[in-house]
């Protein structure tokens, strides 16, 4: 499932990134408060989670990773990773999502 995610959000297919996720998922994006334009906190729906992964890889490098031991995606601009994204998956859609945008928790991640 996340490896489809990361296929349509690399290929900006709206359509595609919303087929994935269930009609009540749930997204909490963890900005740390650095948020500028970008969705965050607590979104509901397949429209604002699209909305929130879209506007995280707008000409970004997306690849999967191991993110606490479970398939993720990391987000790229330029070589710098800008987000994080975990999902739990049900009966074949992403429920719950999690954007970490925050900077002092991808340090960590731009130093490995």
């Known amino acids: ?11 900006a297919d709206a359509e595609g990134i919303r087929r994935l996720l269930h009609t009540a998922v749930v997204t909490v994006v963890d900005s740390g408060g650095a948020t500028g334009d970008a969705p965050t906190g607590v979104l ?8 929130a992964l ?11 990773a191991s993110v606490n031991a479970a398939p993720g995606i990391v987000i790229r601009h330029q070589g710098r990773i800008t987000a994080v994204v975990c999902a739990n998956t049900r009966a074949g859609q992403i429920v719950e999502l999690w954007i970490i945008r925050n900077p002092e928790k991808l340090r960590r991640w731009d130093r490995s």
């Open 1 to 11: 499932m996340i490896t489809m995610l990361a296929i349509a959000l690399a290929a």
């Open 54 to 64: 879209q506007h995280s890889a707008v000409s970004a490098a997306v690849t999967t």
């Open 44 to 51: 509901h729906g397949p429209d604002a989670a699209a909305a």
